[in-house]
C-alpha cells in the first residue's frame, strides 16, 4: 500500500519536504502556510516552489484552474528530484475554502511518482 501525507506532520526527516497551499505574495499567516514557515522553513515574500524544507503551491489566487499549473509545475520539480520525499498536504482544502474532490484531481498525475505523498483519498 502507498504511503499516505500524515494530518499533522511536526517533523521531518532530512529529505522529506513540506508542501503546503500558499498565496501568491508568500504571507504565510495561517493554515499549513504558517507551519511551513515556523517548522519547515518557507519564507515570507515567496510564495511559489522551494523554500528550506517546504515547496509552496499558491491556492490563493482564484478558481481550481489558476492552481493546476503550480501543481503540474510542482510534478515536474518532484521527478527532477528523486532524492527528495515530498508530503503533499491537503492544499487548497483549508483558508482558500475548496474542497478533496476539487483539488485532489490536479495531482493524477503523481500517483506515479515515487517521491510524491498524497492525503489520504487523493
Known amino acids: 500500500m502507498k504511503r499516505t501525507t500524515p494530518e499533522f506532520i511536526n517533523s521531518l526527516e532530512p529529505n522529506e519536504v513540506f508542501v503546503f497551499g500558499s498565496n501568491l505574495k508568500g504571507m504565510h499567516g495561517g493554515g499549513a502556510a504558517y507551519v511551513a514557515y515556523r517548522k519547515f522553513g518557507a519564507i515570507m515574500g515567496q510564495g511559489v516552489g522551494l523554500q ?30 528523486p532524492e527528495l520525499t515530498f508530503l503533499v498536504t491537503r492544499i487548497g482544502c483549508g483558508i482558500a475554502g475548496f474542497t478533496d474532490e476539487e483539488i485532489a484531481p490536479l495531482f493524477t498525475e503523481a500517483h506515479g511518482i515515487a517521491n510524491i505523498v498524497l492525503p489520504e483519498g487523493w
Open 52 to 81: 528550506g524544507q517546504s515547496y509552496a503551491i499558491p491556492t490563493m489566487q482564484g478558481g481550481v484552474e489558476t492552481i493546476r499549473p503550480y501543481v503540474n509545475e510542482f510534478i515536474e520539480f518532484a521527478v527532477q528530484h
